[in-house]
Structures are given as structure tokens and as C-alpha cells.
């Protein structure tokens, strides 16, 4: 199945939060869902994004159970920054993450790979974190925050996407100025995007359509 390359307007949108019901709905419709990481940063001891994600797939796929965060993360790096500065003089090898992901999708049905920051994150001088949609051929979910200037964003994004000419879907995650919202930016949803839909009450049909459109 065509995998999904979960991504957003910029960090802490919440990408990892729909990530993990993510992978409980995939279950929900008897699929075994991998997840991947390709990068993560500000790692102390273990990457917690990965480590979090995996916890969550292993409980419905056991084909994941000896698998490390480490195993489903190609690179981590410690400082809290995007992987073109947190690298430092490291490299990051394209062929790896290709390699790693192949390998990872032999122990499922669908490859959740979770990005890093945004779509316009540098990974390194000539890739960016929009370029890996492309490179691991996935259908793209662009997360989208709800405080004040999230239109902006997203609307950037969006262009970015189709720019690239690259398949998406699109969600608002509701969590930051959840009292703000309803007037500020739902307003212009609704009049331009009248099918929009959130994280809270959409992901289901999501993966339900992502599914039939597969068979």
C-alpha cells in the first residue's frame, strides 16, 4: 500500500499525535501499520518520537516486537535544530534512508513515515524535508496548527505540495487556541475549504477512503 508521508506546517503542529491514531485506525481496518522516522533531532539518550511511535505499532503489529527506536530513526542528531544544522559535519546518505525504509516495509502493509519540522525543513544543501515525499513515493497528510496565522501556513504549504505536483490531504490539528478558533480561522475554512476536516473528527474516514482507494 502507498505509504503515508506524514508532515506539516512547521514543528510541533502535531504530527507525531496523528501519527499515533494513525496507526490505531490503520489497525482498526485489520492492516499492519510500520512507522519510520527517517530523522530525528534533539536526541538525548533515545529519539522519544521514535520511541513513542514504535511502542504504539508494536502493540498492533508483532512483526515490529525486536525492533529499537534506533531501528525505525536513520539518523538522529542532539541538537534541537533542522537536520541541515543539527548534522554538523556529518552526512546524510539518501541510500540509507531508502535502504532503511525498503526494509521496513517488508514488516507491514502501510509505512507511516513521520517527518521532521516542515516541508521546507533543510536536510542538507540540495534536499529539503518536501524532497523525501518523492524519494519514498508516498501520498503526503499535511498537519496544520489552529492558532492565529495557521491560514498563512497552510495556505503555503498547499502550494508547495502542488507545486511539486505531489498527492496530499490536508487536517487541522485543534489544540492551540482551541477558544480563538471557531472564529478566527474556521471561518475561511468552511467558506473556501468547505470539506476540511480536523484530526479530532476526520482521521477515521481518512483512512477508511485511503484504503478503498488502494484496493
Known sequence: MKPIFITATNTDAGK?????????EFSKLGLKPVVYKPIETGVKDTPSDAKELLKKAQSVNAN???????????????????????????????????????????????????GAGGLMTPITKELKMIDLISIFDAHALLITSSHLGSINDTL????????????FDWCVNVFNDVQTFDFVTKP????????????????????????????
Open 16 to 24: 507525531t499525535h496523528t501519527t499515533l491514531q494513525l496507526i490505531e
Open 64 to 114: 515490529l516486537d525486536s525492533l529499537t527506536p534506533y531501528d525505525i530513526t536513520s539518523y538522529t542528531f542532539t541538537l534541537p535544530a533542522s537536520p541541515y544544522v543539527a548534522k554538523g559535519k556529518k552526512e546524510i546518505d539518501i541510500s540509507k534512508l531508502k535502504s532503511d525504509f525498503e526494509k521496513l516495509s517488508l514488516l507491514g502493509d502501510i509505512v507511516l513515515i513521520e
Open 156 to 167: 503555503l504549504s498547499m502550494e508547495a505540495l502542488q507545486n511539486r505536483q505531489l498527492s
Open 188 to 215: 475561511y475554512y468552511d467558506k473556501e475549504f468547505p470539506t476540511w476536516w480536523s484530526v479530532e473528527n476526520g482521521l477515521a474516514t481518512f483512512t477508511k477512503e485511503y484504503v478503498n482507494k488502494q484496493i
